[in-house]
């Protein structure tokens, strides 16, 4: 009885949404106009885009790749009616690709027009996600265009972000030579970073359990079209592992200070334990300087990361983006072969450029987000880059060189200009502040410390020592040099090989949970370091996690134990002898070679020691063996 009354309520929901909007006409079926509309388009865009899931600002497309295209909202706002379609750039009369439907609920195939989709029913919606299988070699550049009806009488179409422009590429999304990245724009706007974690049990299924869930410090930049930090199809840096492996932002902000002139401003944000809640960052572009890259990692998992790369903040006509939103996919580092959130080390070897994660990809039903019906993966995160301040809007000015923004989340203190001399801090008896500096136009303005008063007013013969006993003395004895400022700079890691731990330096949070030491487990032991007589053996494992709020602490990284082999040869003959081929273990087994079907799986494994003399040769590297997968859709 409940089931049918859920079933009654949901069938009155479905029908009381269910008048789709009707586009076209019977003599133009694919038309692209609402039919029952009959007041014109508005002007823009309204914060409606068309992405491909897992690309950032993508230019080209695989002949015969498949891809999901999104159509989506910028929150608040949404939407109830659409029209999606592909038409060749050089025949705008001719389609371009094939669609398939994912969600029945919310897409159909527009009637006598099966190369579009529209709505299926006007139920307020803020995404929707179709797939996409790019038209054969040869075809050129394709042409998305999407119409979109707010609500009853509101509409926009083809404007801005309504229209996505693909070329037939081979894909690298290298595109350091890409004028697209180009920037015409004047003056240095600051933009503030929000990253708004979306990751939980009531979102994704086979969620980690327990804590633990967290996404890792924020690391990333504005920085020029010469340097990339990570992108699609590119091999991970080590900075990039340490933080898709382990969370750690180290290493790669000291990959990032030693660009130098190509970074603007270092952005970093404390992470989120658990993955719920938001990271803020500020930061500044300029027109030499308009991109921005960042990473952080979903924990705990093998090496899987979420991000943009090379987001580009200036518009077509020489202006500054006032709000971009990102909705973020999972990726994979490339650095392990981990199917499922704690996994176990299984560094891959060769390291894998980086690659997107989906609902198809790997198609293991481990993977936490396998879906065999390929329903597209919800977004585990937003990032919002919202433009706050426009700065020197004038283009007679330099470019700068980005040096003067590094630490813009770091704090810094007062900046000093040329020739002006920082004046000595004084601190007082129950002050918690240095006394306020007259920023005047004269050049003696900053150099008024009080401790050059008391000589005039106190002469040295006029204070008898009874008078002022030693112990009212220090506090204005103090030594000026033993407090200069700049020896505590707030979180600034200049990349001086210190291994410098931002987050024990953290102050706690009340209320937090307690987090305890992640670690991994110790691998093999190795080889003795000897090869005859006496030696040492090692074993070491790695920390995923260092703890938070009293957490349990860390153990030992690293193991030794001694080892004896039989005694050592007293000439080179002996030192000859037959040695038997030793292997090491066998890897992880690689995803199925195909995504349906019937496919190929291997593994690999690598010699440790090869034979020598007569000894038992070595066995086979790779394994192979037959996989299986839901049949083809034909």
Same mark, same amino acid.
């Given at each position: ?10 069938f009155?929901?479905?029908h ?13 079926p ?66 371009s690709?094939?669609?398939?439907i994912l ?11 099966p ?13 929707i ?8 070699i ?28 693909l070329?037939?590429g ?17 003056g ?27 996404w ?18 590119g ?6 592992k ?26 970093t ?8 809640g ?10 030499t ?15 899987w990361?979420?991000?943009i ?15 971009k ?7 994979d ?22 690659h ?10 481990q ?8 329903v ?13 301040e426009l700065?020197?809007?004038?283009c007679?000015e330099p470019?700068?060189?980005?040096e003067?923004d ?15 001399t ?17 920023k005047?136009?004269?050049?003696d303005?900053?150099?008024? !410390? +009080?401790?050059?008063?008391p000589?005039?007013? =106190? *002469? /040295? %013969?006029e204070? &008898? $020592?009874?008078? #002022? @006993?030693?112990?009212?003395? !220090? +506090? ?5 040099e033993? =407090? *200069? /400022? %700049?020896?505590? &700079? $707030?979180?600034? #890691? @200049?990349?001086?090989?210190?291994e ?9 949070? /009340? ?6 030491? #992640? ?22 494992r ?20 001694r ?35 019937e496919?190929?799986?291997k ?8 034979a ?8 086979a ?7 299986f997968?839901?049949?083809c859709?034909?």
């Amino acid at each position: 009885m409940t089931r049918l009354l859920l079933f009654f309520v949901f069938f009155l929901s479905v029908h009381h949404h269910g008048q789709c909007y009707d586009f076209g006409s019977v003599d133009n079926p694919c038309g692209r106009e609402p039919a029952t509309i009959d007041l014109p388009k508005r002007e823009g865009s309204n914060g409606y885009t068309i992405a491909l899931e897992g690309h950032v600002n993508p230019t080209t497309y695989v002949p015969g790749k498949t891809y999901h295209v999104t159509l989506r909202s910028t929150p608040p706002v949404s939407f109830k009616g659409f029209f999606l379609i592909a038409l060749r750039e050089d025949d705008i009369e001719r389609s371009s690709g094939t669609f398939r439907i994912l969600d029945n609920i919310q897409s159909e195939v527009q009637p006598d027009c099966p190369y579009a989709i529209k709505d299926h029913a006007s139920m307020t919606k803020t995404r929707i996600t179709v797939e996409w299988t790019a038209p054969p070699i040869g075809t050129g550049c394709v042409l998305f265009k999407a119409t979109v009806i707010q609500r009853k009488k509101v509409w926009f179409m083809d404007d801005g972000d309504l229209t996505l422009r693909l070329c037939e590429g081979d894909d690298t999304n290298s595109n350091s030579n890409d004028e697209s990245l180009d920037c015409c724009a004047c003056g240095s706007p600051k933009y503030k970073i929000t990253f708004e974690g979306m990751w939980s049990s009531r979102t994704h299924r086979n969620f980690p359990g327990g804590y633990g869930d967290h996404w890792s410090d924020l690391i990333g930049a504005s920085h020029t079209r010469d340097y990339t930090i990570w992108e699609y199809d590119g091999m991970s840096t080590p900075g990039v592992k340490q933080v898709a492996e382990l969370g750690s932002p180290i290493a790669l902000e000291r990959e990032i200070r030693a660009q130098g002139s190509n970074i603007k401003t270092v952005i970093t944000a404390p992470g989120l334990w658990p993955a719920i809640g938001n990271m803020t960052a500020l930061f500044r572009t300029n027109r030499t300087h308009n991109l921005v890259s960042v990473l952080t990692m979903l924990g705990p998992s093998p090496d899987w990361c979420v991000g943009i790369s090379k987001a580009n903040l200036c518009t077509e006509d020489c202006g500054w983006e006032e709000m971009k939103v990102f909705d973020l996919q999972p990726w994979d580092a490339g650095t392990d072969s981990g199917l499922t959130y704690r996994a176990a080390n299984a560094p891959t070897r060769p390291q894998e450029p980086i690659h997107a994660i989906s609902s198809s990809f790997p198609a293991n039903e481990q993977s936490p987000f396998y879906s065999s019906s390929r329903v597209p993966i919800r977004p585990l995160a937003r990032i919002y880059l919202e433009r706050i301040e426009l700065r020197d809007t004038s283009c007679d000015e330099p470019v700068n060189t980005g040096e003067d923004d590094l630490n813009l989340n770091h704090g810094g203190g007062m900046m000093v200009k040329p020739g002006m001399t920082k004046p000595p801090m004084m601190v007082k008896p129950g002050m918690t502040k240095p006394p306020m500096m007259n920023k005047g136009n004269g050049e003696d303005a900053p150099t008024m !410390p +009080p401790k050059q008063m008391p000589p005039k007013e =106190m *002469p /040295p %013969k006029e204070m &008898p $020592p009874k008078e #002022m @006993p030693p112990k009212e003395m !220090p +506090p204005a004895q103090v030594p000026v040099e033993q =407090m *200069p /400022p %700049k020896e505590m &700079p $707030p979180k600034v #890691m @200049p990349g001086t090989g210190e291994e410098v731990d931002p987050i024990p330096a953290r102050p706690r949070r /009340p209320g937090r949970p307690v987090i305890d030491c #992640m670690m991994t487990e110790f691998g093999p032991w190795s080889e003795c370091s000897s090869t005859c007589g006496k030696g040492t053996m090692v074993r070491k494992r790695m920390i995923k996690q260092k703890p938070r709020n009293g957490g349990v602490k860390c153990g030992k990284t690293k193991e030794k134990k001694r080892c004896t082999l039989e005694r050592c040869p007293r000439n080179e003959q002996q030192r000859n002898r037959d040695r038997n081929c030793k292997m090491d273990k066998w890897g992880d087994w690689f995803p199925c070679s195909v995504t349906c079907g019937e496919g190929v799986q291997k593994r690999m494994r690598r010699v440790k020691k090869p034979a020598r003399g007569n000894g038992r040769p070595c066995e086979a590297t790779i394994e192979e063996r037959v996989c299986f997968n839901p049949a083809c859709q034909l």
